[in-house]
Every structure is written in structure tokens, then in C-alpha cells.
């Protein structure tokens, strides 16, 4: 995750900052940039570690692009490394570790969509300010040349990323129409580095969002979880939102824009979706925490949490709009969403039942749970519960303080409860005093449904009343069986 650049940065501090980073990175790389010159290849670090450079960070990953073939580089690497092996030759990238430093060695090269292909096409170039030429965005069209550590920038990266700007070596028309994907890469360095997207920048993404629809969902889906992940993904979402890119690849965002949220304080359900997005990040913890950040399911879920409302509107008697079972509804869009999308099965599920659950804590003042409730959020939460809390305390955007304050002290007092219940019932292995085995000594059963059904009462049981011993559960057990129709 990067950091924007510093106020008042100029193209001359910039250099400075970069100067130590790319020290460090040639102190390691120096042999290999004179194995190629020895060879008569040229070899340049590029794009990402070249701008990370100049924002005072070392990239994990250094890549290069050189004149040399994927044939020839492999030759050098092989000399050169500890090992070597093929990333993607056909793409022109060969990879190798010499040790704890890897290097990615690509080919000049340029890329582009042909008509009705989902995959881009790789052509091989010959100069390095060719290749740079056909990269996404000037800040990532930076090199330096090795051995000799000289700076080449021909479309004035540097004073892009001293301005705050984010722009395209050619122009954006062009650079879209070659690769389409690059549109959603512009909101992912927006919220990464906290750049400006270039007004020009803005209405050719607007212009070429239909032309997405060629580019494999999986890749959509990389460049919208980087997004997510990054320090500002708000940024990235409504640049995004406001291009109409989302109204092609996730549009259940943008459709919540014109429903009024259940506050009724003049803010659509998309503006409430954003805070609730920047609570939860905030919610997050630190890597020995709970929920270390960045979280994805943490961060899916607070901005799908409340796609259902749109089809769920209902104008009620007084003026009122009413969402009912928008939780149930919104699980079922995301699902449809995410899968359409390729996520993993788990991290689909994970939001999904977080989207279904995050309604369940309201009523809890008012009401008041028995321990019971408190152990069905328990367990209908399971591995989910730290999440489920960060989404529900995030969900609350009134600004009304004294309803904040009481919700927020209604949640306190639920998370009190399961704490004293987890310490008194070991809340985190919830299950009945008999297992399986158990059920079918004492019931004189063999494995099959009605095993499963005898579980089912018990585990009901379990939630109900608490902690049984064996014997009571053998008891009630016994006493439940004997009412059982018989077949």
C-alpha cells in the first residue's frame, strides 16, 4: 500500500527521496546490469519500484524491461541467479532470485485488445521509450537505465507525481481503447497514492466504460480488490461511481444512489455505504489483532451491506420508506455479483452471510436478548463474529449523537455478554453435551437421518438452557425420543 506524495513536494525533492532507494536497488542489481550491456542488451528498472522510489519506499517486487529476448534474458538470468524460471514467456517474462533479491525481466514490448479477444495481444518493441510509451500511466512510466542509474522519464512522470496528477503517456482514448482494464486502474492508483485523475483522464473513462465488458472477469476483479485494499479505496469507488464505470461492473453500488437511507437525513444509501466502507477500515486492526487490516470480506461487505434496499423500497402511510428483509435480498445480489465476478468461494460466502447478519443486532436496547439470542448470534455469526461486530458498529451513520451514543453502548453491552458467556460456556465450541456416537447408543440407532435429527434437537437444546451435563442431556434426550412418533 502506498502513500501519497508529500505536500509540497517538487520534482527536485522527489529526486532525493529516490536517490537512497535506488542505491540500494543497484548495489544489488549492478552485476546483472552489466551482464546485458556486456551481451549488448539494454536493461532499465521500470514502472512501479521506479515511482515507489521516488515516494521514499522499496518496492517488494523489481521490474525490468530490456531489448534482449526471453530466450536471451533466461541465458543471463541463468549465469546470474540462483535460480531461474518462466513467468511468462509468451508474454516476454522471465523471472530469478539471486538470493533474497527477484527480479522480473520483460521484453519491450506493447499490449493490446484486438476485436472480440478477452485477452490483450503482446507485440515486442525494440526501444525502451516505446515501451514506456504504452504503459498505463505517466507516474508508472518511469525508468532507470543500469549500470549507469540513468533517469529516463520522456512523458514527465515526475512532475505528475509532484503535482498529485494521474494522466496517460498517450493519449486516454488510446491508452483505453489498447487495454480497457487500464480505466479501472486509474481509480486503484487514485486510492493508492492519493493522485487526481486528470479531468481528460475522467471523461474517456466515461466514454470507454462499455468497452470493459471484453476484459475477463477475473482481471476485473484483481484491479477492484486492489482498489478495495488500498489506503483510500473511497477515493477509487466513487471516481469510479461518478465515470459510470460501476454501472458496468458492479452496478448494485451505483444503483443505491437513489434510495433514501433509513435515517431519512437527506443521504442516499450510496453515500451512507461510503461511511459505513470508512468506519469498518477504521475498525480494523493492527496484524495481531482481531481483524487485521487491510481486511477484503471486512470491506466487501460494508460497501455491499445494503444493496437489497433497491428492490426492496416501499413507500409506507406518513411518508415513510420502508427496506423490509433488504439483508436477505442483498445477500442474494451479492452472491449473484461475486460470482459472476470469480471471487472464491469463501470470501463469497463470508460476505454474504455478513450481509445477511448485519441487521440482526438491531432491537437489541429495546428489547433485551435471553442468553439464548446472544448464543444464536454467537453461532449463527461463527468464525465471522469480529467482522460481524466491525460491520454493525460501522453501520450506525445517524447524526443524531444520542442515537449513536445509545447504539453504540447497546453493543458494548451485547459484546459484554458474550464475553461473560464465552468465559462460562465456551462459546467458541458450541455444541451438545452428546455427539453422534452417543445419540445412537442411547436411542439404539444406526447412522442416518434420525441421527441427525436427534443432534439437531440437542444443539436447539444447547442454545436454549446453556451448558447440560451428559446425564441431563441423556435424560431429556430420552424424554424427547419417547414422545417421537414412532414410524
Same mark, same amino acid.
Given at each position: 500500500? &502506498? ?15 529516490? !536517490? ?17 550491456? +556486456? ?32 530466450? &536471451? ?6 549465469? *546470474?541467479?540462483?535460480?531461474? *524460471? ?45 515501451? !514506456? ?40 482514448? &488510446? ?17 493508492? !497514492? ?213 447504539? +453504540? ?14 468465559? &462460562?460456556?465456551? !462459546? ?51 424424554? *424427547? ?7
Amino acid at each position: 500500500m &502506498q502513500a501519497p506524495p508529500s505536500t509540497g513536494a517538487t520534482p527536485a525533492s522527489l529526486m532525493r527521496t529516490a !536517490l537512497s532507494v535506488l542505491a540500494t536497488i543497484a548495489s544489488e542489481t549492478d552485476p546483472l546490469g552489466e551482464m546485458f550491456a +556486456s551481451a549488448g542488451h539494454e536493461l532499465a528498472l521500470v514502472g512501479g519500484p521506479v515511482r515507489d522510489a521516488f515516494l521514499g519506499r522499496r518496492s517488494a517486487d523489481l521490474d525490468f524491461a530490456t531489448s534482449a529476448t526471453p530466450d &536471451q534474458t533466461e541465458a543471463i538470468l541463468t549465469a *546470474w541467479g540462483d535460480a531461474t *524460471w518462466d513467468v511468462g514467456r509468451e508474454f516476454g517474462t522471465i523471472a530469478a532470485r539471486r538470493g533474497d533479491v527477484v527480479v522480473e525481466i520483460t521484453t519491450y514490448r506493447t499490449e493490446e485488445y484486438r476485436p472480440g479477444s478477452r485477452k490483450p495481444a503482446v507485440v515486442f518493441g525494440d526501444t525502451l521509450e516505446g515501451d !514506456l510509451s504504452r504503459r498505463d500511466f505517466r507516474v508508472n512510466a518511469m525508468a532507470v537505465r543500469l549500470p549507469d542509474l540513468t533517469f529516463v522519464d520522456p512523458f514527465d512522470g515526475l512532475t505528475d507525481l509532484a503535482d498529485g496528477v494521474l494522466n496517460t503517456p498517450a493519449s486516454p482514448q &488510446q491508452s483505453f481503447d489498447d487495454d480497457p482494464l487500464r480505466i479501472l486502474r486509474a481509480a486503484r492508483f487514485s486510492a493508492q !497514492l492519493g493522485l487526481d485523475v486528470d479531468p481528460g483522464v475522467m471523461t474517456a473513462m466515461t466514454e470507454y466504460a462499455p468497452r470493459l465488458e471484453i476484459v475477463s472477469a477475473e482481471r476485473v476483479q484483481a484491479e477492484l480488490v486492489k482498489t478495495l485494499l488500498a489506503a483510500s479505496p473511497r477515493r477509487g469507488i466513487e471516481l469510479l461511481v461518478e465515470t459510470g464505470v460501476l454501472d458496468v461492473v458492479l452496478p448494485e453500488v451505483p444503483a443505491m444512489r437513489l434510495e433514501i437511507d433509513e435515517h431519512h437525513r437527506h443521504k442516499d444509501v450510496y453515500t451512507h455505504s461510503l461511511t459505513v466502507l470508512d468506519q469498518a477500515i477504521a475498525l480494523e486492526t493492527g496484524p495481531d489483532g482481531a481483524v487485521p487490516g487491510p481486511d477484503l470480506v471486512l470491506r466487501l461487505a460494508a460497501l455491499l451491506h445494503d444493496i437489497g434496499k433497491p428492490d426492496t423500497r416501499r413507500n409506507e402511510p406518513g411518508g415513510r420508506v420502508s427496506f423490509h428483509h433488504h439483508e436477505i435480498v442483498g445477500a442474494k445480489l451479492a452472491r449473484k455479483r461475486l460470482k459472476a465476478l470469480k471471487f472464491d468461494k469463501a470470501t463469497t460466502e463470508a460476505v454474504c452471510d455478513l450481509i445477511a447478519l448485519h441487521l440482526r443486532f438491531h432491537g437489541y436496547g429495546e428489547s433485551g436478548w435471553t442468553d439464548s439470542a446472544v448464543r444464536r448470534y454467537v453461532t449463527d455469526a461463527g468464525p465471522l463474529l469480529e467482522r460481524l461486530h466491525r460491520l454493525t458498529r460501522a453501520d450506525c451513520t445517524t447524526r443524531n449523537r444520542k442515537k449513536a451514543e445509545r447504539l +453504540s453502548h447497546a453493543y458494548d453491552d451485547l459484546e459484554n455478554r458474550i464475553a461473560a458467556l464465552r468465559e &462460562q460456556e465456551s !462459546l467458541a465450541a458450541l455444541r451438545p453435551a452428546l455427539d453422534g456416537a452417543a445419540i445412537m447408543r442411547i436411542l439404539d440407532l444406526t447412522p442416518g437421518p434420525q441421527v441427525g435429527t436427534a443432534y439437531k434437537w440437542l444443539m436447539e437444546l444447547r442454545l436454549d438452557e446453556g451448558v447440560l451435563s451428559p446425564e441431563d442431556a441423556e435424560a431429556r434426550l430420552r424424554a *424427547w425420543w419417547a414422545e417421537q412418533p414412532g414410524d
